[in-house]
């Protein structure tokens, strides 16, 4: 079946701008999770959404950074006011019980 | 909390030669233990998992690894590579309660001729 996906795969964008980036997770998984992978940070938990429950954001590093989940399924990361340090990949991931989560392929964001 | 430590930036290996990618935890709660594997410009996929039962895991590609409670490690071993299994591998838990993974830094594994 389809897995992961996430769009655009590649994002060139200026200092000061917005970005969304997208995640549409594998259908009839209820938990959705993004991560940020950077060379000098690793690979980073961002936030975690989890059914209708309250998203647990404790890994979102400054208020320019939030996510929404429509419907249970998509959802949408969004930077506000990017800086050069957000340049990184940001990856999405869905599972349908707590233990196994499947990755996409990510988003590279370049900020210049 | 948790954190995971691995213990090789890189591992250079021969062709056909085995190999050990070396993974140590921390943690104050019972936790889920995972490898993924990263190809280049790729996702993350994940090799195997140890949730509970049996110590030793076996995972895709001929890849296993040992839970060993008493070391906190989780070491993931090959006993013959092949040049495809270049890459990065991550070792990554999870409280029980679920919820986030926690990566190490990850180790290349660079497969030589």
């Known amino acids: 079946g389809a897995g992961v996906s996430q769009s655009p795969s590649n994002k060139v964008t200026e200092k000061g701008k917005d970005v969304e980036l997208r995640c549409d997770p594998i259908?009839?998984?209820?938990?959705l999770y993004w991560y940020r992978q950077s060379l000098g940070q690793g690979l980073e938990f961002l936030i975690y959404f989890q059914g209708n429950s309250a998203p647990d954001k404790s890994g979102l590093p400054s208020d320019r950074f939030s996510a929404e989940r429509t419907g249970g399924s998509v959802s949408t990361l969004t930077i506000q006011r990017t800086q050069q340090e957000d340049s990184a990949v940001y990856l999405c991931?869905?599972?349908?019980?707590?233990?196994?989560?499947?990755f996409g392929p990510g988003t590279r964001l370049t900020v210049t | 909390a948790q954190s995971v430590t691995q213990l090789d930036s890189q591992v250079p290996v021969f062709e056909e030669a085995p190999v050990e990618l070396r993974c140590n935890y921390s943690s104050s709660v019972s936790v889920y233990l995972f490898w993924y594997v990263q190809y280049p410009n790729q996702g993350l996929q994940l090799l195997l998992k140890?949730?509970?039962?049996?110590?030793l895991v076996k995972g895709i590609n001929g890849f296993e690894a040992e839970f060993n409670k008493s070391q906190t490690s989780f070491h993931l071993r090959k006993p013959s590579v092949h040049i495809s299994d270049t890459a990065e591998y991550f070792c990554?838990?999870?409280?029980?309660?679920?919820?986030?993974?926690?990566f190490g830094g990850g180790t290349r594994l660079m497969v030589k001729p």
């Open positions: 259908s009839g998984h209820t938990a």
């Open positions: 140890y949730l509970s039962g049996s110590t």
């Open positions: 991931a869905s599972s349908f019980s707590r233990n196994e989560q499947y």
């Open positions: 990554a838990v999870s409280g029980r309660t679920g919820n986030m993974l926690t």
